[in-house]
């Protein structure tokens, strides 16, 4: 049986992520940063889940996906209440959970075609 390898068809694709680095494509950020399929944000400055605010997302907003991936570390830790209730308001679904599962969660909703934003916390 012969495999061959298919590059996705979008432009930014997580291959590792943990608390404290992420490989995006070939470039290693160590610090927190977001993404859609065609766009990285190389420099988000959030340092941590439980002190996220409304500001510190409305870039993400802005890009209008369907859904929002939150990346918050080695742990799940969800952010505060409003920043939830900011996402739902606008019909844009909130998930929250680790790094690791955040990148894989985005690789699979990206190559599905889905409008999604994906934002990494990294402890740096």
């Known amino acids: ?50 002190g996220l605010q409304l500001a510190d997302i409305e870039a993400i907003l802005a890009l209008n996906p369907a859904l929002i991936v939150l990346g918050t570390g080695d742990r799940q830790v969800f952010p505060p209440a409003a920043v939830m209730a900011a996402c739902l308001s606008r019909g844009i679904g909130l998930e929250v959970m680790n790094n690791p599962a955040a990148a894989r969660t985005f690789n699979i909703l990206a190559g599905e075609g889905r409008k999604v934003a994906a934002a990494f916390i990294l402890e740096g």
């Not at 930014?12 to 065609?38: E, I």
């Open 1 to 50: 049986m012969q495999l061959n390898h298919e590059p996705p068809d979008y432009a930014y694709s997580l291959r590792a992520a943990d608390g404290r680095s992420a490989r995006v494509n070939d470039l290693v950020l160590g610090q927190s940063f977001f993404l859609t399929p065609d766009q990285l944000v190389a420099e988000w400055p959030v340092r941590q889940a439980s």
